[in-house]
């Protein structure tokens, strides 16, 4: 049995939809997720490991990255048209939507991409990126997301990259923490 404490949104968006394959490839093994927005506490036995938003460094637990995060605007096909550079005149048009837990992403996009001293005119955060995607769906405003994240509603066409800027690589990324002395431990 492996025990995993997950944020919601990223259960929803990326591992759910890779629990099918990874059971298929370790049948032996029962994974068991709760889902939660708190930052839950390792060194009791109720949890093996979870995953969590950061730069990696947690103290006293070990830290293994699941993907680089690189992220790239995302928009509904009705708010914008794909295919433009990004300029203020268009960031100035549209709410940027931002995670409470991760407030310094745009910032980080923005001097990315050559726009260090550009400040949003108009922000909205979101405690849930499902939410936040959702909310971008539905033509309410632009969000930051990575592919591992909004592939499929891109696939889909629910969302477009209206910017043709190369993806931003983030400070932060994904990773899955445990105690380091379970690091040997078989699942």
């Known amino acids: 049995m492996l025990r995993l404490s997950v944020l919601q949104s990223f259960a929803s968006l990326w591992l759910l939809p890779r629990l099918a394959a990874f059971k298929q490839a370790r049948p032996d093994l029962d994974v068991e997720i709760e889902t939660s927005a708190e930052l839950i506490d390792l060194t009791g036995d109720r949890y093996d490991a979870a995953i969590r938003f950061g730069t990696g460094r947690?103290?006293?637990?070990?830290?293994?990255?699941?993907?680089r995060n690189q992220v790239f605007p995302v928009a509904a096909p009705s708010l914008l048209r794909a295919g433009r550079p990004i300029a203020p005149t268009a960031l100035d048009r549209a709410v940027l939507f931002d995670i409470v837990q991760a407030p310094d992403l745009w910032s980080?996009?923005?001097r990315g991409v050559g726009l260090p001293g550009y400040r949003p005119r108009r922000r909205r955060s979101f405690d849930n990126a499902q939410v936040m995607y959702e909310a971008v769906a539905n033509g309410l405003g632009i969000a930051l997301g990575a592919d591992e994240l909004v592939g499929g509603q891109l696939a889909a066409g629910r969302l477009i990259k209206p910017f043709r800027n190369d993806p931003v690589p983030?400070?932060?990324?994904?990773?899955?923490?445990?105690?380091?002395?379970?690091?040997?431990?078989p699942a």
């Open 58 to 67: 947690w103290p006293g637990l070990a830290a293994d990255r699941l993907f």
């Open 108 to 110: 980080q996009y923005l």
């Open 170 to 185: 983030l400070r932060q990324s994904y990773y899955l923490v445990y105690r380091k002395e379970r690091r040997e431990r």
